[in-house]
């Protein structure tokens, strides 16, 4: 289920655009050079490894990397449930990425499994694109934007940089994030 909703960025009430077709979320990012793309998913094992996921995925993953230059690829999973410290990590994950930020880089995301929204500030409107299996994300280098994995986080995703820092945020202090809706709200948008 991938979705844009598009709000003001002084009230979350007034909403500009909320739209599930890929191909009209991809135009209207186009101008911003943001880039949606889809990959076909490929169905994977009921609790898949990095290795699974990279392995799956090697042929996008290597023309990518190849195309656009990247050098270092990795994979980001958190699953729902655990153990109290597993469970105490992903809130710490989730807090810190809910904070508006920037990277010196592009940020750039394959979705294989489960679901996450980016929250991209784009003007006077935040762009809340919510990511599922098979969307690829590229976010060029500095546009403020938050990431919400959700409350029981659950999603695996490739994550390609151009260097090993290249995750690195560049926070604004905004407190923007917390006047938005939260991933888990707009999972219930129709």
């Not at 050098?71 to 597993?86: C, K, N, Q």
């Not at 500030?121 to 938050?146: S, Y």
């Not at 986080?153 to 690195?168: C, L």
């Amino acid at each position: 289920m991938t979705l844009l909703h598009v709000m003001s960025d002084t009230d979350r009430n007034d909403v500009r655009l909320s739209t599930h077709d890929r191909a009209a979320i991809a135009e209207h990012l186009r101008p911003h050079d943001i880039t949606l793309s889809t990959w076909r998913a490929v169905p994977l094992p009921g609790e898949p490894s990095d290795v699974d996921i990279l392995t799956r995925y090697e042929q996008p993953a290597r023309q990518l990397t190849r195309e656009a230059g990247y050098e270092v690829i990795d994979v980001v999973s958190l699953r729902p449930g655990g153990d109290a410290e597993t469970r105490k990590g992903a809130a710490e994950a989730r807090a810190k990425f809910l904070a508006e930020h920037s990277h010196d880089e592009d940020e750039v995301r394959f979705f294989a499994h489960g679901f996450g929204c980016f929250y991209l500030h784009l003007d006077d409107r935040v762009h809340a694109v919510v990511c599922g299996p098979g969307d690829l994300l590229a976010v060029p280098a500095g546009i403020p934007h938050w990431f919400d994995m959700g409350e029981n986080p659950n999603f695996s995703a490739i994550r390609f940089f151009r260097t090993a820092g290249g995750w690195v945020g560049n926070f604004t202090g905004d407190d923007i994030a917390t006047r938005m809706p939260s991933l888990d709200e707009l999972l219930d948008i129709p």
